[in-house]
């Protein structure tokens, strides 16, 4: 089990940037798939982004504007957000996987994008 603790949401214009961390606690954080969510009031929840060992991937609405990276010898994963539009506005989640399941959820944190 690898407990999630996220940090880094706020209020931000459309426009601006935002910079989300995941701190992780476990000795095999470099094994897992680690991915970010976010859940909009009303929406499920959906797919952000997600980084591998070697490979990252995007949804579309995100992609050219959000950057995922982690520190493998840190034990966190940050989600770097540029250009937000209020769209964007949710709580964003990350989580930690193997393979196609995410078994463990940080509690999330807020991002508000104004127009």
């Known amino acids: 089990q690898v407990q999630l603790v996220e940090s880094g949401g706020g209020l931000v214009q459309a426009g601006g940037s935002l910079r989300l961390s995941c701190a992780a606690s476990?000795?095999?954080?470099?094994?897992?798939?680690m991915g970010w969510f976010r859940q909009a009031p009303g929406n499920e929840r959906e797919f952000v982004a997600r980084?591998?060992?070697?490979?990252?991937y995007y949804a579309d609405s995100v992609k050219g504007r959000f950057t995922i990276s982690r520190d493998n010898a840190k034990n966190t994963v940050s989600l770097q957000m540029n250009s937000l539009k209020p769209e964007d506005t949710a709580v964003y989640y990350c989580?930690?996987?193997?393979?196609?399941?995410?078994?463990?959820w940080g509690q999330g944190t807020q991002v508000t994008v104004s127009s």
């Open positions: 989580a930690a996987g193997v393979g196609g399941t995410y078994l463990d």
């Open positions: 476990g000795r095999t954080f470099s094994s897992y798939t």
């Open positions: 980084i591998t060992w070697s490979s990252t």
